[in-house]
């Protein structure tokens, strides 16, 4: 069963760093497996912090920066803005139809960021 993988920007900044990666494009590629990986940019929200009610229930879930930017939300490395509401995020990027083994390869990388 293939599945999504959220991975901050940190945790690549540091995998492309120590060469376990490299982002190209829309392709996250794995060099020991020789391993290519489709991923889009994405944002994690964390938390409302203005107060107010949370309209398009963004607290929790991942979402396509692009779907984001639809909702007219402005982001800005850990910040983002869509109408009235203000959100503590974390960037990165979202990749899709990951297998079993990929599970395994990005266990044994955020363990190295650890």
């Known amino acids: 069963m293939a599945t999504k993988v959220f991975f901050p ?6 995998w492309v ?5 490299d982002l190209a494009g829309s392709e996250l590629v794995v060099t ?8 889009v940019e994405a944002v994690r929200v964390l938390a409302e912090v203005t107060g107010t009610p949370d309209p398009f229930d963004l ?3 991942v979402r396509a920066k ?25 960037p990165g990027w979202l990749g899709s139809d990951l297998l079993p083994a990929d599970a395994a390869l990005f266990t044994e990388l955020a363990a190295k960021v650890s």
Do not use: C, F, P
């Open 9 to 14: 920007q940190a945790a690549l900044d540091a």
């Open 32 to 39: 020991s497996a020789s391993r290519r990986i489709g991923v």
């Open 59 to 61: 607290v929790g879930r």
């Open 17 to 21: 760093m120590d060469g376990s990666v």
């Open 66 to 90: 692009e779907t984001l930017e639809g909702l007219g939300a402005e982001i800005v490395e850990g910040s983002m803005i869509v109408g009235d509401n203000a959100y503590d995020v974390v």
